[in-house]
């Protein structure tokens, strides 16, 4: 009875929270990803009547999105924290257990639950009892699917506490998202055409085993819910009695100016956060890994690419770095006319810059080119990096959680996961933006791109953060106010954004959201494979092209990619008063 009124009170509380929270953009952003979530749930389902292995195929992958979206995307839905409830004296398992019902209360989980409506549909394409069969498994499978994401993020939360735990959580979660990215790859070395026959042994797939008439999987289910559920709530505990390491035993910081002092605290908030080494150590582990995974088929021309892919991924990390410190803001807002914004930037150079160089240095070695498009390459995606990295992050500023009052989840940074996952995007569009002269007057005239390169870095880097520095000098209170309260002050709420029709609104959306599959993948990554000879490559439509359409193609999404950009930005650029 305990339990149960627990789990319903918890649920009751979620309810409450999601009402009054679902207003505005988040609102907006909500609907845009149930509605782009029910079309994939559609799909799920439509598989439910056409094969079998593909939908235990599709299961795994929603399984695996259950699993590395939180840990990437900021520790996932945390509307109710077990923080919450410590001073109540609840019994670990009961906490779980209410903690999970809630759970099931948002959107994440109710399009999932749309999407294992395959397993009634493919039970009763069998039978009756196997239609039957498949309610227990939907709720079970669902139950799964919740519970090794609450688990996920429970280990690399614990994980984020020592040093050695956030440097090998880096970089296996690096591993795994590089390794997925090239999941075909894998499919060519092992010479599978289809789906392989383990996929539906993964406990993705039991829920289908069951219905498809191995009932033992129904039970396999049961007793995996229960024990994921009482190893999560042993990391509860452990969660609710964590500390923070202390960094008292550290030597003092000396600098003889201003921009001196603030590279020697970045520099030190290198060394120090957790959080920022467990970012730093993924992008150098995707990268590598990204750009060795196709000497499983004994290509490397990806190997050179792996310092400016570390520079982008490491900079998509970085995107909301005045975010990310908290209300420290007010320590630049109350000294007249200063700004730390190139501070920050020759920082950022310093823990990135090295470690870009010594890959493109060390893998093009390994295959004696392309010299000339790697380090124009590398230089341009450098200084653009370290110019719009502040540039977003003042612009685009997502509030975050000021670094001593995280909760027990060091993923958590902010509360506005959305924000944060666009923000990462754009930061990687952007980044990319920047590299393209550079990469094609390499591709064209050789050595020339490199001094193409230098140029454009420098532009950029002295550029946008002229622009950062003027948006913080002009802008810093009203951006100490919304790091301090979250909210966006009466005046600037009312933005164009706000006056835009739902049409309007909803193409802004598509825009923002989908620019970057035409511009990177389609367009410049596809011109990258052309360029290597890697043709009829996964889905990148222009290594499938005649040889005389391929560079047209890839061109062409490029700028179908900035033109969406560009559509959206004009869409919601300040008309004037008439």
């Known amino acids: 009875m305990a339990v149960a009124l627990t789990t319903l009170t918890m649920a009751r509380m979620k309810v409450a929270i999601l009402r009054h929270a679902f207003r505005g953009t988040r609102a907006q952003t909500a609907s845009t990803g149930a509605t782009l979530g029910s079309l994939l749930a559609a799909g799920t389902i439509y598989l439910a009547f056409t094969d079998p292995d593909l939908l235990a195929a599709a299961y795994a992958i929603w399984l695996l999105g259950w699993i590395l979206g939180p840990v990437f995307m900021g520790g996932g839905d945390e509307t109710l924290r077990p923080e919450y409830f410590t001073m109540l004296g609840l019994p670990p398992r009961r906490l779980a257990t209410g903690l999970l019902v809630a759970a099931f209360v948002g959107v994440a989980p109710l399009v999932s639950l749309v999407a294992l409506a395959g397993l009634p549909v493919a039970g009763a394409l069998i039978g009756l009892p196997n239609a039957l069969v498949a309610v227990p498994a939907t709720v079970l499978q669902l139950a799964v699917f919740v519970l090794l994401s609450k688990l996920a993020v429970a280990v690399v939360g614990q994980a984020l506490r020592t040093r050695s735990g956030a440097i090998a959580s880096g970089m296996l979660n690096g591993a795994i998202l590089a390794a997925l990215g090239q999941i075909w790859i894998f499919f060519v070395a092992f010479g599978e055409t289809g789906v392989p026959?383990?996929?539906?042994?993964?406990?993705?797939?039991?829920?289908?085993?069951?219905?498809?008439?191995?009932?033992?999987?129904?039970?396999?289910?049961?007793?995996?819910?229960?024990?994921?559920?009482?190893?999560?709530?042993?990391?509860?505990?452990?969660?609710?009695?964590?500390?923070?390491?202390?960094?008292?035993?550290?030597?003092?910081?000396?600098?003889?100016?201003?921009?001196?002092?603030?590279?020697?605290?970045?520099?030190?908030?290198?060394?120090?956060?957790?959080?920022?080494?467990?970012?730093?150590?993924?992008?150098?582990?995707?990268?590598?890994?990204?750009?060795?995974?196709?000497?499983?088929?004994?290509?490397?021309?990806?190997?050179?690419?792996?310092?400016?892919?570390?520079?982008?991924?490491?900079?998509?990390?970085?995107?909301?770095?005045?975010?990310?410190?908290?209300?420290?803001?007010?320590?630049?807002?109350?000294?007249?006319?200063?700004?730390?914004?190139?501070?920050?930037?020759?920082?950022?150079?310093?823990?990135?810059?090295?470690?870009?160089?010594?890959?493109?240095?060390?893998?093009?070695?390994?295959?004696?080119?392309?010299?000339?498009?790697?380090?124009?390459?590398?230089?341009?995606?450098?200084?653009?990096?370290?110019?719009?990295?502040?540039?977003?992050?003042?612009?685009?500023?997502?509030?975050?959680?000021?670094?001593?009052?995280?909760?027990?989840?060091?993923?958590?940074?902010?509360?506005?996961?959305?924000?944060?996952?666009?923000?990462?995007?754009?930061?990687?569009?952007?980044v990319l933006v920047t590299g393209l002269p550079a990469a094609l007057v390499a591709l064209r005239y050789g050595w020339a791109g490199v001094a193409v390169g230098v140029l454009t870095g420098a532009l950029c880097a002295w550029g946008f953060g002229l622009l950062a520095e003027r948006r913080l000098r002009a802008q810093g209170p009203e951006l100490l106010d919304l790091m301090r309260t979250g909210r966006r002050q009466r005046a600037s709420v009312a933005s164009r954004f706000d006056q835009l029709s739902t049409t309007q609104r909803t193409l802004v959306w598509w825009c923002f959201g989908f620019g970057a599959i035409p511009l990177v993948p389609q367009g410049i990554l596809a011109a990258f494979f052309v360029s290597g000879d890697m043709l009829r490559h996964s889905w990148f439509l222009a290594t499938y092209m005649p040889s005389g359409l391929r560079y047209p193609v890839a061109a062409g999404f490029v700028l179908l990619g900035l033109a969406m950009y560009g559509l959206g930005l004009w869409i919601i650029k300040p008309r004037p008063a008439t």
């Open 197 to 430: 026959s383990v996929v539906r042994y993964l406990p993705s797939g039991w829920g289908l085993l069951a219905v498809q008439g191995e009932w033992w999987a129904l039970g396999a289910l049961a007793l995996l819910t229960l024990l994921l559920l009482g190893a999560w709530a042993v990391l509860l505990g452990r969660r609710a009695g964590a500390r923070q390491p202390s960094g008292r035993s550290r030597r003092p910081m000396t600098a003889a100016t201003a921009n001196g002092a603030i590279i020697a605290k970045e520099l030190r908030t290198w060394s120090r956060d957790l959080v920022r080494s467990h970012q730093l150590t993924f992008a150098l582990s995707y990268a590598v890994c990204f750009a060795a995974v196709p000497l499983i088929v004994g290509w490397n021309g990806m190997l050179p690419y792996a310092g400016p892919i570390f520079v982008v991924m490491a900079a998509a990390m970085a995107a909301n770095q005045y975010g990310a410190d908290g209300t420290a803001l007010w320590l630049t807002v109350m000294t007249p006319g200063a700004s730390d914004v190139r501070g920050r930037q020759l920082a950022w150079l310093a823990a990135q810059a090295p470690v870009g160089v010594v890959l493109t240095v060390a893998f093009t070695s390994i295959t004696g080119g392309p010299w000339p498009l790697v380090l124009a390459l590398l230089a341009a995606l450098l200084g653009g990096a370290a110019g719009l990295v502040p540039l977003i992050s003042v612009y685009g500023l997502v509030p975050g959680t000021d670094p001593h009052r995280r909760a027990g989840n060091p993923l958590r940074t902010s509360e506005d996961d959305s924000g944060l996952t666009g923000l990462a995007y754009l930061t990687l569009a952007l």
